[in-house]
Each structure stands twice: as structure tokens, then as C-alpha cells.
């Protein structure tokens, strides 16, 4: 509104400026008190004079959205994250992958209780697919293993270390997430996969891209890796968004692998050859895999199934004979 009235009474200003030189200009030609040769100069003056003016307005709002640009960084800096690391916190190292939930109840800030005395523990190397209505507290269960938020009641424990008790950046560090909502940075691709392990060498990035499929999409754009994705990957489709989230997780080689509906927003095939490659992946390297998801048939990929209703786990079914995903069909 501000820039608006600003703009505008300038634009007035500057026009009316002309139009007072001519009318002005004409009468006292008429009048005989000027020449023509003197109305013309004047008129040459005003436009010399109108371009410093449209600098400095142009400056001065350049200048007011700079500082108010710093202003909000500074401001962001200056906050203090909530959950800080004890000062006792020791580095999570040689991560086997085991998670263990302990009578654990949560509650956002300023809200009710989401989830309430979880009681559950993921072997190292186990694939746990976490069913259950939407709402029932699913993402929010994945976002406490990070210690995103920290626990209300109860304990979460990697490896059997409380996640209070270790650094934040070494538990991060082990654990890789993919999640529904995936976050691209307006970069390239190759650093939007290089997010997830910043000393990560450009081979290493590659071969995380071709490990999510995500390969032969990246050789039909023109600047192959090295091509921007827009402002939260805008330039990208909602699939090659996903795997770029998969490759950033995989470039981790995390020891456990969070996926909140990671096909959700595959076709079919991508979405299966992905599912395939995680299973592939989690066999080989012993990772533990905990997959939210919606769809009931790729729960026959896991060895256990837990449903989570209305913020505690309703039933656990054990899968005696979990099938390869490349027979699972849905
Ligand atoms: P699910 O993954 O099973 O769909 P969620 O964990 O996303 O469930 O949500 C569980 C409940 O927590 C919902 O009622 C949701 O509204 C609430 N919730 C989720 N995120 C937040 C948040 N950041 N702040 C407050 N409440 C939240």
C-alpha cells in the first residue's frame, strides 16, 4: 500500500510536471514573454531532471526492502532453537539402527495430546510399516525419532541412547528422512541431493540420483545436474521431487530410513521400483526402514505392521513371510 501510494504520487509528479512546462511554456509564448527555443530547452531540463528523481525512488525503495530483508535475518538468527543438546549430549557413532519407543505421549504446544503412552521397539535391520486413519499420529511418531520435538512423557532411544542424551547433529546425521512434503531449496539438483550429506563428492551424488531412478530424468534436462529447480522445486514434477528427496536421503547411507508415504506421489511403476530399491538397499546395508503409509498392500514388504489410531498403537501384526516388492502387486 505503502509503495503504491508512493509510486503513484511520484508518477504524478513527474507528468504533471511536463504538463505544467507545456501550458505554462505556451501562454507565455503566446503572451510573447518566451520564445519556442526557450520552451523546448526548458523542456529538455525537465527530463534531465526527472531521471535522478525515478533513481533515487527507485533507490529508496530498493533500499527499504533490503532493510526490511535484514531486518527479518536478523531477527531469525537471533532465535534460540527449543531443543538444544544437553551439555553432556555424546556423539551417536557405529549406529546399528534399533529404535526404541517407551511409554511415550506427546502434545504440540498449546494443543492436546496426540499421542499417548506408545510403547514400541524397531530391531535393527527391521522393516516396520506404521498404518493407520489419517490424523492418528503417524507423522508426528516419525518426527520424534529426530528429536524434531521432544517427547512429553516417556523416552525415545536409538541404538539404547535417550535422543536427549546425544547430539543432535549425530543422530540426524544416522537417520535419513523422506517425508510426503518434500523441501527443495530454489538450487540445483545436484545440491538439493548434496543436502543430505554436505561432503558428499559429486560421484557420490550421482550415484545416490541413480540409486533413487532418478537418473535418466536428470539426462533429458538440459543442464543435467547442474539445472535449477526453482523456488521449492517448482520446475520439477511432484514424482521427480520425491526421488530427489530419496537421493538426498540415500546420499546419507543412513543406518534408518523415516519414509512418510514415500510413493504417494509416484506412478505405479516408479513408485514400486523405488519401494523395491529401499528394500534392496535396507537387506544389503542392514538398514532399519519404518514406512508410513496409506496403501494397505505394501504392508506385505514389511515384517511388521503397526496400526496407530487416535495417538496410541492399536494392534501390531507380524509378518512371518515378508514379500519382495517386486510381487507385490496394488
Ligand atoms: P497422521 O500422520 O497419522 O495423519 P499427524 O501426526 O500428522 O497424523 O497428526 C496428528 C495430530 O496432530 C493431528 O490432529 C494434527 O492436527 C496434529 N498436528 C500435526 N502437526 C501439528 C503441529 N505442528 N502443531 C499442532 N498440531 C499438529
Known amino acids: 500500500k505503502e509503495m503504491g501510494l508512493f509510486n503513484a504520487s511520484m508518477e504524478f509528479f513527474i507528468c504533471i510536471l511536463s504538463v505544467v512546462v507545456i501550458a505554462v511554456g505556451g501562454w507565455l509564448i503566446m503572451k510573447g514573454q518566451m520564445d519556442y527555443v526557450g520552451l523546448i530547452t526548458f523542456s529538455l531540463y525537465i527530463t534531465t531532471f526527472i531521471s535522478p528523481i525515478r533513481k533515487l525512488a527507485n533507490f529508496a525503495e530498493m533500499f527499504s526492502n533490503g532493510f526490511a530483508g535484514l531486518h527479518r535475518f536478523i531477527e531469525l538468527m537471533a532465535t534460540e532453537p527449543t531443543i538444544q543438546d544437553a551439555p553432556d549430549a555424546v ?94 531449496f530454489a538450487d540445483t539438483i545436484r545440491e538439493n541431493i548434496r543436502y543430505g550429506r554436505p561432503d558428499a563428492t559429486d560421484e557420490e551424488v550421482e550415484q545416490a540420483a541413480h540409486r533413487a531412478e532418478l537418473l535418466e530424468d536428470i539426462r533429458t534436462m538440459p543442464q543435467g545436474f547442474d539445472t535449477y529447480v526453482g523456488e521449492r522445486g517448482a520446475m520439477l ?94
Open 91 to 184: 556423539e551417536l557413532s557405529q549406529v546399528r539402527g534399533e529404535v526404541a519407543l517407551d511409554h511415550v505421549s506427546f502434545t504440540y504446544p498449546g494443543s492436546s495430546e496426540v499421542l499417548h503412552d506408545i510403547d514400541l521397539t524397531v530391531a535393527a535391520g527391521e522393516t516396520v510399516a506404521i498404518v493407520g486413519p489419517s490424523g492418528g499420529g503417524k507423522s508426528t511418531l516419525c518426527q520424534l525419532v529426530p528429536r524434531f520435538y521432544d517427547v512429553t512423557e516417556g523416552s525415545i532411544r536409538v541404538d539404547g541412547l535417550d535422543v536427549r542424551q546425544v547430539t543432535q547433529r549425530s543422530l540426524r546425521r544416522a537417520i535419513g528422512i523422506v517425508q510426503q512434503d518434500v523441501f527443495l
Open 237 to 330: 514434477s511432484g514424482g521427480q521431487k520425491q526421488r530427489v528427496a530419496i537421493a538426498r536421503a540415500l546420499a546419507k547411507n543412513p543406518k534408518l530410513l523415516l519414509c512418510d508415504e514415500p510413493t504417494g506421489a509416484l506412478d505405479y511403476h516408479t513408485g514400486k521400483a523405488i519401494l523395491k530399491l529401499l528394500q534392496d538397499t535396507g537387506r544389503r546395508t542392514g538398514m532399519t526402514i519404518i514406512i508410513i503409509t496409506h496403501n494397505s498392500a505394501l504392508t506385505a514388504m514389511a515384517d511388521r505392521v503397526i496400526q496407530v489410531k487416535n495417538g496410541t498403537v492399536v494392534d501390531v501384526r507380524v509378518n512371518p513371510n515378508p514379500r519382495p516388492v517386486s510381487e507385490i502387486e496394488w
